[in-house]
């Protein structure tokens, strides 16, 4: 059936500007046109947050984060999306508005308090969040009767990966974000083969960590021999924090940055350090085979995000969701995605079907990570609201935020 058009002015602006970006994530890797490109930087405000009842009963709205669906440069449209578009009896209307958990989490926390419509019908953030999120009574249950694709389809792993949601009845996995650490193969030939390589001189001031704290702490904690995902407390958390201020402050380390690290990768300006291993494995792909990227022998750290429904989104949207999640569970479908976002897919199958989508990434570890790959990645520790403020507060301080 064919597309249909929203009505109110201000959805069709959104859409608009919205297919008016045409920069892949390869394109936002290698840092062409980035200024304000990002469709991020829409807001859904006009989407109508708060009161009740959800989204339209013709459509639902899923946002997401910036560059994590697949993406036609040529037509400026999501394909696998288009596709369900067409054959399902409803739309999808697809904002990319989530940039940071907190800050999102900070847009649409008085209407998930008051269990009110938050603008979303549908929202991926990382598990971390959506474990507080279950706390909290603020997210709906899924139906499996819904979901067979997920329930035949989700990797056994993460069945039980959130302690907060053993069995995924409130949480299904989307994307499995990785990190390591990576360096420039001409300058430094040598490699990283431990995390004080990251202190070698020929690396002063050409070293950069993400602004992440999970990322960043447990790779530091890691590679001191602690597990991020075990027991550990203040002690452990204080080292780590001391390594990184020592860093800093000698200037060691650089720049503290997010995505827009690859482009510093690019320039030179970063010769080694904390990177999102799906990014590395990309640009060596585009840019010729530039910087050893892999996931540290001390341990590299591993992330979901995930479909969650707040609990503003009515019944009849939130079984619409469901539809919607199921598709995505396709092994071909989710292979599609996979090979233009280039991170962890949670579904089984999608291996085999990349065989038909494209085989040059049947083998590729940052979207199907080897079994050693696996048992060297870890998950960051759940912390309670305590922690997290205090331990956050240490790392923002640290950066001088």
Known sequence: MPRQIPEDPMVRNIIRLLNQQKFSRRQ??????????????LSLAACGAGGGGGGSSDEIIWGNWTYYLDFDEETGTNPTLEAFNET???????????????????????????????????????DWMNARLIDAGQIQEFDYANLPNVESNLLESEWEALAEDQGRKFTIPWQLPTTGWAWNKEAFPNGLHTLDDLL??????????????????????AGQGVDPAGDWGDTEFDNAMAWLQDA???????????????????????????????????MNTDLGDQWGVEIPESGGMIARDSFTVPNGTSAENKAKVEELIDYYYQPEVAAEVAAYVAYVTPVQGAQE????????????????????????????????????NRYSTAFQQALGL
Do not use: C, H
């Open 28 to 41: 936002l890797l290698r840092g062409a046109g980035v200024a304000g490109a990002s469709a991020g930087a």
């Open 88 to 126: 399902s009896d409803f739309q999808v209307l697809y904002v990319e508005d989530i940039d940071d958990n907190n800050t999102f989490y900070g847009k649409i926390k008085d209407a998930l308090a008051l269990d009110q419509f938050t603008g979303y019908d549908v929202i991926t953030m990382t």
């Open 200 to 221: 070698d001189p020929a690396l002063k001031g050409k070293v950069q960590v993400l602004s992440e704290m999970r990322d960043t702490i447990g790779l530091i904690m």
């Open 248 to 282: 800093l402050d000698s200037g060691q380390i650089n720049n503290v940055k997010g995505n827009d690290y690859t482009q510093d990768l690019q320039t030179g300006t970063m010769l080694a350090g904390f990177v999102w291993y799906g990014d590395v494995v990309m």
């Open 353 to 388: 079907a990349m065989q038909n989508v494209d085989p040059s990434q049947v083998d590729n570890p940052a979207i199907f990570p080897t079994d050693d790959d696996w048992t060297r990645l870890r998950q960051f520790r759940a912390l309670t609201s305590e922690e997290d």
